[in-house]
């Protein structure tokens, strides 16, 4: 199944989609560790992005469509993924078809994670990231076993320069007024599937159920 995950930033998208990589092995499939990866490498596309992403701006449609593209053709996306922090705008989401069409594939599903805004102040603030593999915690809400350090790697946890309180709320602005018009989008199409917020383990109960429900009514 090809699956959008939608929320606002630190809705618990990229939790789940870890879980369901690691537990179901579909494919995760995050611009945001992208951006990241590349900016810690310090390429010309991690230099441009940057200039974005460190003020909490979207990084401009024809960059993420380029990496979209270019991802979602590799071998290991053609058997389904999960798709975490895109589309972000309209033009991502029409984008998002005609890549996907050139290919004869579409979107399956769209899941929304709805999170009000003073759960993911609190979310965002307390996010710690592992440097290998941007596996996620949470310093009071989902702790690592040995503070500081991946239960999974045991690579160092760090705080994402983005996840400081002011760049934050610019975020849930911008998440609202750029990306919040994909639930109409995706609902008029009949993708759409709302999620309810609850602990991490029963956020993914409810994700499976609707995934199979959904295989299974194909
Ligand atoms: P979060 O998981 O907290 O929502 P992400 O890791 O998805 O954050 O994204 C971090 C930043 O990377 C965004 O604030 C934005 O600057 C950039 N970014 C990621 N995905 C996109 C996208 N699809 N379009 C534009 N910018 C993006
Ligand atoms: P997103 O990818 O949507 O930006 P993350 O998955 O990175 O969100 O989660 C944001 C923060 O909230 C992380 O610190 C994560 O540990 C925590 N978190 C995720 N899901 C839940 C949940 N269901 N309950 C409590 N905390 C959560």
Redesign the pocket.
Known sequence: MNLIFL?P????????AQLLQQREGIPQVSTGDILRAAMAAKTPLGQEAALYVDRGELVPDDVMIGIINERLNQPDAQRGFVL??FPRTLGQARALDRVLGATGRHIDLVLY?DVADDVIIR??T???VCRSAAH???EE??PPRISGRCDIDGSELFQREDDREETVRRRLEVYHRETEPLVDFYRRRGLFEPVR????ES?YRQLVEIIKARAGSR
């Open positions: 929320g930033p630190g809705a618990g998208k990229g939790t789940q975490d922090g994670f979310r965002l307390g996010r710690r996620i915690y949470h809400l989902s917020n609850g602990d991490i956020v």
